[in-house]
């Protein structure tokens, strides 16, 4: 199209979740409570590991900066969602879109390689305990953390070069509560199947890819300890099961959205609400309560804040 013959698009506006105004408010409280929970359970996980020193070790280290990034992703989207929900003012700037989708893009990939290190760092636990504080040395958990933010940076990067200079001139309505690739590239006016095939190539695959590498990595360590030990099978898969459900639940909406070839039904904006709202609240809640370590650290932080009080 001829960039004379159009206006540029300036904002865009969410079609949100529902347009019935009791599904609205039941939204609106839904969200608001969702969102306070994911707070309060993901700063009671990072506090706890930072001010107990019984849990100063690659593990907690690595949940803790988990829980800091699942905060993060959440914070992305779910408070823009509670104001629209509030207000029915469901506008977003074009550099406002741009930079909510380079920053779920950086805690997405920095998500999945941390995953993979708490995956890495079981492995080593389970499977070469001997050689466990050699390993997974402070050294080692400082660059695997650099390393997770430094991918997803890249991936980021990576998916917006292609897409930030697209041209808008027609429809700007996303049908969504946030700005998500698909459905944004959709909305440009140009051709956009090989872009859509680039998207899916970066992130659809990357997703699948790194989702089976954490299965089979977790099928390899159990099937090493089953070899070692009938008891030792019980308790690995007991450890293990914390991190296998924790990955599903943060893997399988993206794999939907990215992969399903009808991007487009309802379904997907629900998925997202798992992805932003439920997977923050159950990560700390599957941690903690299958974590005998983190329920005492938990109960003696509780006892040890209201003497820290009254001494200040």
């Known amino acids: 199209m001829n960039e ?30 969702s969102y306070a929970t994911i707070f309060l359970g993901n700063f009671s996980v990072m506090l706890t590991v930072v001010l107990d020193p019984h849990l100063h070790s690659p593990m907690y280290f690595l949940l803790a900066n988990l829980s800091f990034v699942d905060f993060c992703f959440s914070t992305s989207t779910v408070p823009k969602l509670i104001s629209d929900l509030y207000s029915s003012h469901n506008t977003i700037s074009f550099q406002g879109c741009i930079f909510q989708m380079f920053v779920l893009h950086v805690l997405g990939g920095c998500e999945m390689v941390l ?18 504080l ?52 959709k909305l440009a006016c140009t051709d956009t199947y090989r872009m859509e095939f680039l998207v899916t190539a970066d992130s659809g695959l990357i997703s699948v890819t790194t989702f089976f590498l954490l299965i089979v990595s977790y099928i390899f360590i159990l099937f090493t300890v089953w070899k070692q030990s009938l008891g030792s099978l019980s308790k690995a898969l007991s ?30 904006k629900f998925l997202a609400i798992l992805d932003f709202m439920i997977t923050p609240i159950l990560n700390p809640v599957i941690y903690t309560l299958r974590n005998k370590d983190m329920k005492v650290a938990m109960k003696r932080l509780s006892k040890q804040l209201p003497s820290m009080k009254r001494v200040s």
């Open 4 to 33: 004379a013959n159009y206006s540029e698009v300036s904002e865009f506006i969410f079609l949100g979740l529902s347009i019935y105004r009791p599904t609205q408010c039941f939204l609106f409280v839904f969200s608001t409570i």
């Open 115 to 132: 995953l993979v290190a708490m995956a890495s760092d079981r492995y080593v636990a389970i499977c070469k305990p001997l050689h466990y």
């Open 134 to 185: 050699t390993i997974m040395s402070p050294r080692m958990c400082l660059l695997l953390l650099i390393g997770a933010w430094v991918i997803g940076l890249i991936h980021s990067v990576a998916q917006l070069a292609f897409v930030v200079h697209l041209p808008f001139c027609g429809s700007n309505e996303i049908d969504s509560f946030y700005c998500d690739l698909p459905r944004f590239i």
């Open 239 to 268: 450890t293990l099961s914390a991190h296998i459900s924790v990955v599903v639940l943060f893997f399988g909406p993206c794999i939907f959205v990215y992969i399903w070839p009808f991007p487009n039904v309802p379904v997907d």
